[in-house]
T-cell receptor
Framework: QKEVEQNSGPLSVPEGAIASLNCTYS??????FFWYRQYSGKSPELIMS????GDKEDGRFTAQLNKASQYVSLLIRDSQPSDSATYLC?????????FGAGTTVTVRA | DVKVTQSSRYLVKRTGEKVFLECVQD?????MFWYRQDPGLGLRLIYF???????EKGDIPEGYSVSREKKERFSLILESASTNQTSMYLC?????????????FGPGTRLTVT
């Protein structure tokens, strides 16, 4: 079993819609959870971090964490063409990070 | 803002050459990491360092070595480059501060070995 699994893409959403990205992890000791955005040919950019159960909102992004279910998600509201990218879920069981394979999102105008 | 820089954005080397990739961070971070990223394989950790002169193997250290002589600088060395080391190489750094050790990435080096 992979340490971090993300829902397979690609995910295509119309402009203005909500994009929903899911991630599950295997290490129950994980304490910190991150979402990175990676544009094609570029390096990953940290967009959200979440450490406790519940929701965390930052602009159009909402991260949701459920440690009991070992599940973390990212919602992108009012999706824009500039949100078209690959989104990586990352979890830290220690000071290293375990990354998911990523979900590619395409926002169509 | 955290800034992580890498010595080259694009690099072309020949098989058998010794290759140095350098990474510098300006946030006084304790931890530094080298990853490679390949289509379909995601991000894979090559080596990391949690202190000057300290290093630990990641998931795919074979064919690579690292050097960390100063806190801000972490070098990845390909002792004898091979075509299967053609990849995007990403450096990252993080602090040991309280809370989450977010990793911040450099712009990446796209290495082609011919």
């Amino acid at each position: 079993q992979k340490e971090v699994e993300q829902n397979s893409g690609p995910l295509s959403v119309p402009e203005g819609a909500i994009a929903s990205l899911n991630c599950t992890y295997s290490d129950r000791g994980s304490q910190s959870f991150f979402w990175y955005r990676q544009y094609s040919g570029k390096s990953p950019e940290l967009i959200m971090s979440i450490y406790s159960n519940g929701d965390k909102e930052d602009g159009r992004f909402t991260a949701q964490l459920n440690k009991a279910s070992q599940y973390v998600s990212l919602l992108i509201r009012d999706s824009q063409p500039s949100d078209s990218a690959t989104y990586l879920c990352a979890v830290n069981p220690d000071y290293k990070l375990s990354f998911g394979a990523g979900t590619t999102v395409t926002v169509r105008a | 803002d955290v800034k992580v820089t890498q010595s080259s954005r694009y690099l072309v080397k020949r098989t058998g050459e010794k290759v140095f990739l350098e990474c510098v961070q300006d946030m006084d971070h304790e931890n530094m990491f080298w990853y490679r990223q390949d289509p379909g394989l995601g991000l894979r950790l090559i080596y990391f360092s949690y202190d000057v002169k300290m290093k630990e193997k990641g998931d795919i250290p074979e064919g690579y070595s690292v050097s960390r002589e100063k806190k801000e600088r972490f070098s990845l060395i390909l002792e004898s480059a091979s075509t299967n080391q053609t990849s995007m190489y990403l450096c990252a750094s993080s602090s040991n501060g309280q809370g989450a050790p977010e990793q911040y990435f450099g712009p990446g080096t796209r290495l082609t070995v011919t």
